[in-house]
């Protein structure tokens, strides 16, 4: 009998504890960081912070996760030319009066120069203005609502929901020639009809029909839901949910037989390693994702460097998730920013100045291209990703670093032409 969907929840957390992959970090070497010197750094230390929702909902502090262990590693190989990084992770319960709170200990108490790494579904929208007012920026790893991608004084590493559903709705489409899709996405102001009215605008340029369903993401009936969603006799079902939402709408979806009637596929929120193995062989190569950064199989430096990171600075239970890399990213790309900066004047208002006045991207292999901060009024650098498919307990890749076509991107993409950053 299939396990429910509570002991499935509970299953991922062990398993993720456990981290059984074929495990790709045994090839890796010894962590690389900052100055990679070896020793640790016993200078005036530096202040960054960060907001997750770590409690709520659902655990969204795995990008918080990542740049805590980074920033370990870096304090233990020279830090920021011999100042190390202080870092203070606060958690915003999914409250945007807790978020509000924790802007106000890490900005005025704290006195951080950025924040870095962090991950929520309130905190933007309810931090705008402080970080305005104080003129410090964030160096976010996973950015959510549309506040953290119109805000001028925010840049995210991952590319956020609007462009991870578009991107998994315009692979579908190319593949398999959907013609009617329905989005289910939670009822959240700024994340719920901001992650699907990409999907709403693409598809009114391509003649592909699309209906929205906003639900409580407190009190929900998958079965209702799923059902409401046959109703519009979609070709498509596109989950822009929490990874735990996705898994029990497939569930419910599962106990209608609908895997061979429609298709799923979701963002890059369900992209972790046990995933295929939670939902079951029922959704073999039934249940599609768009990955905001790169597959955790490429074997490549930086993919590797991450997992050594993790194994040797973050706890076992910290998850291994696209989310995680986000954060990685954003810490090493602070880092790489104020390494080419006076270390005795590091300070708020000249990280600010040297983020705001970057001229070209930052590069990784885990990502499909560069991240950059930059003058802009607003800020959405990673506008590519990949699709995969899960596939006998594990994630398949079927197309790399292909571009999101969001007519909202178009002065995103003139500020980068106009920078030179890409063509």
């Known amino acids: 009998m299939r396990r429910s969907i509570k002991a499935a929840v509970a299953a991922v957390a062990c398993t993720l504890a456990a981290l059984a992959f074929n495990d790709p970090a045994e090839a890796a070497s010894a962590p690389k960081c900052?100055?990679?010197?070896?020793?640790?750094?016993?200078?005036?230390?530096?202040?960054?912070?960060?907001?997750v929702g770590r409690t709520g909902p659902a655990d969204f502090s795995s990008s918080g996760d990542a740049a805590a262990a980074y920033f370990?590693?870096?304090?233990?190989?020279?830090?920021?030319?011999?100042?190390?990084?202080?870092?203070?992770?606060?958690?915003?319960?999914?409250k945007p009066e807790q978020a509000a709170q924790a802007a106000a200990k890490l900005v005025t108490d704290k006195k951080v120069v950025a924040l870095v790494g962090s991950n929520s579904f309130v905190?933007?929208?309810?931090?705008?203005?402080?970080?305005?007012?104080?003129?410090?920026?964030?160096?976010?790893?996973?950015?959510?609502?549309?506040?953290?991608?119109?805000?001028?004084?925010?840049?995210?590493?991952?590319?956020?929901?609007?462009?991870?559903?578009?991107?998994?709705?315009?692979?579908?489409?190319?593949?398999?020639?959907?013609?009617?899709v329905v989005c289910v996405a939670p009822n959240i102001p700024g994340v719920g009809d901001f992650s699907c009215d990409g999907v709403k605008a693409w598809g009114a340029s391509k003649g592909v029909a699309v209906n929205v369903i906003l639900i409580d993401p407190a009190a929900i009936d998958m079965t209702s839901i799923v059902l409401q969603a046959m109703s519009f006799k979609p070709d498509l079902i596109e989950a822009s949910l929490p990874r735990d939402g996705v898994i029990a709408l497939l569930k419910a979806a599962e106990d209608q037989d609908l895997g061979s009637k429609v298709k799923f596929a979701a963002p890059t929120s369900v992209y972790n390693l046990e995933f295929p193995k939670t939902i079951g062989p029922y959704w073999d190569n039934k249940v599609y994702a768009q990955l905001e950064l790169e597959p955790f199989d490429?074997?490549?430096?930086?993919?590797?460097?991450?997992?050594?990171?993790?194994?040797?600075?973050?706890?076992?239970?910290?998850?291994?998730?696209?989310?995680?890399?986000?954060?990685?990213?954003?810490?090493?790309?602070?880092?790489?920013?104020?390494?080419?900066?006076?270390?005795?004047?590091?300070?708020?208002?000249?990280?600010?100045?040297a983020l705001r006045g970057m001229k070209s991207g930052l590069q990784s292999d885990i990502a499909c291209g560069p991240w950059y901060f930059g003058p802009g009024n607003r800020h959405n650098p990673n506008h590519a990703g990949s699709v995969a498919v899960t596939s006998g307990e594990k994630w398949v890749t079927q197309q790399s670093c292909f571009g999101v076509d969001d007519p909202d991107l178009a002065d995103v993409l003139a500020t980068e032409k106009e920078l030179g950053i890409r063509k």
């Open 298 to 353: 490429k074997q490549s430096p930086d993919m590797l460097n991450w997992y050594a990171v993790l194994d040797k600075y973050a706890s076992k239970n910290v998850q291994r998730d696209t989310f995680n890399q986000a954060g990685y990213l954003a810490a090493r790309w602070i880092v790489e920013v104020m390494l080419t900066m006076d270390p005795a004047k590091i300070d708020r208002t000249s990280v600010t100045a």
């Open 123 to 180: 905190e933007c929208a309810a931090n705008q203005a402080t970080y305005e007012k104080n003129e410090v920026l964030v160096v976010a790893g996973v950015g959510i609502p549309r506040d953290c991608f119109f805000g001028r004084n925010y840049s995210s590493t991952n590319a956020g929901p609007r462009l991870s559903n578009l991107g998994a709705v315009q692979y579908m489409h190319g593949k398999f020639g959907i013609k009617s």
């Open 72 to 94: 370990k590693c870096v304090n233990e190989n020279g830090g920021i030319n011999g100042r190390p990084i202080e870092y203070t992770l606060e958690d915003d319960a999914w």
């Open 34 to 51: 900052g100055l990679n010197t070896g020793k640790a750094a016993t200078g005036a230390p530096i202040s960054i912070g960060g907001i």
